[in-house]
């Protein structure tokens, strides 16, 4: 009978579990600051479809092999794992954690853990007082979390970065001033480089900009910007990763848009899965290895951190029920294992959470997943009445939530400017599901260049470029070109768009005004105001590669610039579809609106849009 080694820990934190939960869960952040050195693991699918992960290391010198099964969690609240071991002075490693609220709104914070020695170095290890050290430690770790998360520490955990060799010190720093003069750096070029050379690797894998902006309370906008041009300075590397859309890893990468697989596979979740460019294609960065090199391997490859969309996870036996003390807000979610088969998507409209039933498919080893109505508030009922141990999982379906997609960077205004060579692959499209487009066009220009001459109407429509491709990048979209006279640009986020073009509208008096100051003499006419005719609307469209830059296509683009040619100068004309849309209507609320509809080239039936009228002079 193997001698197992028991120990717990309980310790009382300042903050509430909501609070401490995303450091205390973050196991593979835990093991990089306590110094557990990175591991490999190989994933082999099984007959069953489920995955086996074999895991190895060396620890000091001695070759450690286990398996390393799912971790079981409920958010906020409790994980635990356990780890079978082949190799090394264990064979079994099986720690659990537990958050509760105090009255004081504080959390308690129990540590369990179970360990069975092999072997005399193992007998040894716990006889010199293993549990002891560990428990030192653990303590340290958890009290500076909690501080951290009171605000009292600079990081979730004490960490002292490999230091930086003088060449690579002194190349980061040279790379730094060169983007510190940037205009897309933002100020926050120094804050970039402290980060690459004090931050944790798990935190420079995969820089993604939309965490970046949250951690530094900043636009989005700017941290995607100064990651493009850090790019382009060569401090950074880009990765365009696609994203597995159950356990949202990045399971296939590439530099290069041209050179995105169209497909890949997970092999944690043993499915294949297409690219979406707007759903899950996203870009990353990280470090050049000229700067700071990141290692190889994993600290922890399926605690909650890698899976933060997922509040509940729990492996079942055949035949088992759990019931499960937790309260989910209302919102939709999928009901599914970690195991390929069947799943189920509910919207939970409070009160009671659906039970959750796993059975057998007609044909095995599949699996259907089914919710039934639940019986108690505050509980969440799991049953598998298969005939295989199942990991249920219950997940929120905002699993993009820190992605920034590639529809979204490549309608930055910064993206287009500074890595103009990363487009499709010659004769491929990548379809959207929701880009708005706007058109733009001068009113009257063929008067413009009779009043002014040709050469200083030249200089004002360059010179109103200039303009618009400043609002638009201010609003987080992109000039996809000149045509003529006439802009179209591009917008991932319907509200920015409209947005811009309200900037645009309302900022075109103070452009003429200030064209006419400057260019005025006493021997000069002065007449040199213009107007600005604009079209909005969103939909379904297509990027394309044409003449080495993305471009778009489809209905949508048409409609757009259809729309353009019905306003008249200092209008704007939106599709009566983009105006009603939710997040529109307070934009246009107290504006003056006329409700149309004309007949369009190009469509068969007559179009409704909304005109917004002019509201002062030019």
């Known amino acids: 009978?193997?001698?197992?080694?028991?120990?717990?820990?309980?310790?009382?934190?300042?903050?509430?579990?909501?609070?401490?939960?995303?450091?205390?869960?973050?196991?593979?952040?835990?093991?990089?600051?306590?110094?557990?050195?990175?591991?490999?693991?190989?994933?082999?699918?099984?007959?069953?479809?489920?995955?086996?992960?074999?895991?190895?290391?060396?620890?000091?010198?001695?070759?450690?092999?286990?398996?390393?099964?799912?971790?079981?969690?409920v958010a906020e609240r409790e994980f635990r794992q356990t780890r079978l071991f082949q190799r090394g002075p264990l064979t079994k490693l099986a720690p659990a954690l537990l958050l509760e609220p105090t009255?004081?709104?504080?959390?308690?914070?129990?540590?369990?853990?179970?360990?069975?020695?092999?072997?005399?170095?193992?007998?040894?290890?716990?006889?010199?007082?293993?549990?002891?050290?560990?428990?030192?430690?653990?303590?340290?770790?958890?009290?500076?979390?909690?501080?951290?998360?009171?605000?009292?520490?600079?990081?979730?955990?004490?960490?002292?970065?490999?230091?930086?060799?003088?060449?690579?010190?002194?190349?980061?720093?040279?790379?730094?001033?060169?983007?510190?003069?940037?205009?897309?750096?933002?100020?926050?070029?120094?804050?970039?480089?402290?980060h690459i050379a004090s931050a944790q690797e798990v935190d420079l894998v995969r820089i993604r900009p939309r965490i970046l902006a949250r951690d530094w309370q900043v636009p989005v906008r700017h941290t995607a910007e100064l990651c493009l041009e850090a790019?382009?300075?060569?401090?950074?590397?880009?990765?365009?990763?696609?994203?597995?859309?159950?356990?949202?890893g990045a399971k296939a990468k590439t530099a290069q848009l041209d050179t995105l697989p169209q497909a890949a596979h997970c092999p944690s979740c043993n499915i294949p899965y297409d690219s979406r460019f707007a759903e899950n294609v996203e870009i990353s960065f990280s470090p050049a290895p000229s700067i700071r090199t990141i290692g190889a391997g994993e600290f922890c490859m399926g605690g909650p951190h890698v899976s933060r969309h997922i509040l509940v996870q729990q492996i079942l036996?055949?035949?088992?029920?759990?019931?499960?003390?937790?309260?989910?807000?209302?919102?939709?979610?999928?009901?599914?294992?970690?195991?390929?088969?069947?799943?189920?998507?509910?919207?939970?409209?409070?009160?009671?959470?659906?039970?959750?039933?796993?059975?057998?498919?007609?044909?095995?080893?599949?699996?259907?997943?089914?919710?039934?109505?639940?019986?108690?508030?505050?509980?969440?009922?799991?049953?598998?009445r298969?005939?295989?141990?199942?990991?249920?999982?219950?997940?929120?379906?905002?699993?993009?939530?820190?992605?920034?997609?590639a529809h979204e960077a490549t309608t930055l205004q910064a993206f287009r400017d500074l890595l103009p060579e990363q487009v499709l692959r010659p004769g491929e499209d990548a379809s959207i599901d929701n880009l708005v487009l706007m058109f733009t066009d001068l009113e009257g220009s063929t008067a413009l260049y009779e009043r002014l001459g040709d050469a200083a109407a030249y200089r004002l429509v360059r010179r109103h470029f200039g303009f618009l491709a400043s609002s638009i990048r201010?609003?987080?979209?992109?000039?996809?070109?000149?045509?003529?006279?006439?802009?179209?640009?591009?917008?991932?986020?319907?509200?920015?768009?409209?947005?811009?073009?309200?900037?645009?509208?309302?900022?075109i008096a103070a452009f003429n005004a200030d064209y006419r100051h400057e260019t005025a003499t006493a021997d000069r006419p002065v007449d040199a105001a213009i107007g600005l005719k604009m079209g909005l609307h969103g939909g379904r469209c297509i990027a394309v590669n044409l003449n080495d830059r993305l471009d778009y296509f489809g209905s949508t683009v048409n409609m757009a610039a259809r729309l353009q040619g019905r306003s008249r100068g200092g209008e704007?004309?939106?599709?009566?579809?983009?105006?009603?849309?939710?997040?529109?209507?307070?934009?246009?609320?107290?504006?003056?609106?006329?409700?149309?509809?004309?007949?369009?080239?190009?469509?068969?039936?007559?179009v409704p849009f909304v005109r917004l009228t002019v509201t002062g002079p030019t």
């Open 317 to 384: 036996a055949p035949g088992e029920t759990r019931n499960i003390n937790v309260s989910l807000p209302a919102g939709e979610y999928r009901l599914r294992a970690l195991e390929p088969g069947g799943e189920t998507v509910i919207r939970h409209t409070g009160g009671a959470f659906p039970q959750i039933i796993a059975s057998d498919a007609a044909i095995l080893p599949a699996f259907d997943i089914a919710a039934t109505p639940g019986d108690s508030i505050g509980m969440i009922v799991l049953h598998n």
């Open 572 to 606: 704007v004309v939106l599709s009566e579809s983009l105006a009603a849309d939710p997040a529109i209507a307070p934009l246009l609320d107290g504006l003056p609106l006329a409700h149309e509809a004309a007949e369009l080239k190009g469509f068969d039936r007559p």
């Open 474 to 507: 201010e609003h987080d979209g992109a000039l996809v070109k000149t045509i003529g006279d006439a802009v179209m640009a591009v917008f991932a986020d319907p509200q920015q768009a409209v947005r811009a073009a309200l900037a645009i509208r309302d900022g």
């Open 231 to 248: 790019t382009r300075a060569g401090l950074l590397n880009l990765s365009w990763n696609v994203l597995c859309p159950r356990c949202g």
């Open 386 to 405: 298969s005939r295989r141990t199942l990991t249920l999982v219950i997940e929120a379906r905002d699993w993009r939530r820190d992605a920034l997609t």
């Open 1 to 73: 009978m193997p001698h197992r080694h028991h120990r717990t820990w309980v310790w009382t934190l300042p903050v509430p579990p909501a609070a401490i939960w995303p450091y205390v869960s973050d196991t593979a952040r835990f093991n990089e600051a306590a110094g557990t050195p990175r591991y490999d693991v190989e994933e082999i699918a099984r007959p069953d479809g489920s995955v086996r992960r074999k895991a190895t290391a060396s620890y000091k010198g001695i070759a450690v092999a286990w398996d390393d099964p799912p971790y079981e969690w």
């Open 103 to 194: 009255p004081e709104g504080g959390s308690r914070l129990t540590y369990r853990l179970e360990a069975e020695p092999r072997g005399l170095l193992g007998h040894l290890l716990f006889a010199g007082g293993l549990l002891d050290r560990m428990g030192q430690g653990l303590e340290q770790m958890i009290r500076h979390a909690g501080d951290f998360a009171a605000g009292a520490a600079s990081m979730p955990f004490e960490y002292e970065p490999p230091p930086l060799p003088a060449e690579q010190r002194e190349r980061l720093e040279g790379l730094t001033g060169r983007i510190a003069g940037s205009a897309y750096a933002h100020g926050l070029a120094g804050r970039l480089a402290d």
